[in-house]
């Protein structure tokens, strides 16, 4: 029996969706019909998006996360791309796919999209992007190994970081100082230094710099 497939891929750069393309199309089940959609932005994908709530649905979206924000501003990324994918399409199962391997990005993905499949570009393959779609459409979810090892480390630490101090983390390794992060995070100077504190105790820092913060942070796959 035929398995007809709907499919929309969103990236912003066309040879990387001619690669999956190419890949899923040669890589398909004898009986998988492909159709397959493109959009190269926010706007675009949103189109789709909308189309298909009003006709057919998406089975499978293959979602960038670096995407240019739409041009209203309603979506800043991939990320609130899936989002509302989630919302209009709640069975499109929805693989996300990034350059992005910091920790926190992961885990934030995770909590707010929890997709189907979850690929990291640098560990992509064709086989491997070939076994996702295939695992996402009968035995959802498909983690590429970068994600995996992320997850590991984060549930055999014993330590439990909130997501306002992985946040904090995050923002402290992207260079931003102390001072800053209060308004970064909503949240008062004296607030953010009581959280630092807190960390600086879980992680057991004793020199007070956020450079050895960040050191013990990362070999625990905080960051």
Request: glycine share 4%.
């Amino acid at each position: 029996m035929t398995e007809r497939l709907k499919i929309l891929m969103i990236d912003d750069h066309p040879m990387i969706i001619e690669g999956y393309q190419n890949t899923l199309q040669f890589t398909k089940k004898d009986n998988q019909e492909l159709k397959i959609d493109i959009a190269n932005n926010c706007d675009e994908a949103i189109k789709y998006i909308d189309k298909a709530v009003q006709e057919t649905p998406y089975d499978v979206l293959f979602v960038d996360i670096s995407l240019p924000p739409s041009s209203d501003g309603m979506m800043n990324s991939g990320e609130d791309l899936a989002e509302y994918a989630r919302k209009v399409l709640p069975k499109a199962k929805i693989i996300i796919l990034t350059m992005f391997n910091e920790s926190f990005r992961i885990h934030n993905i995770i909590k707010t999209i929890d997709p189907e499949g979850f690929l990291i570009k640098s560990d992509l393959t064709s086989s491997e992007l070939a076994s996702a779609f295939q695992a996402v459409l009968n035995n959802p979810p498909f983690y590429s190994g970068t994600v995996n090892s992320h997850i590991r480390k984060t549930i055999t630490s014993d330590i439990v970081i909130d997501d306002k101090n992985r946040k904090i983390l995050h923002l402290l390794s992207q260079g931003v100082k102390t001072k800053n992060l209060a308004s970064h995070l909503d949240m008062s100077l004296s607030a953010v230094e009581k959280r630092k504190k807190q960390l600086r105790e879980i992680f057991e820092v004793e020199d007070g710099q956020d450079e050895t913060l960040l050191k013990k942070a990362r070999k625990k796959g905080f960051v």
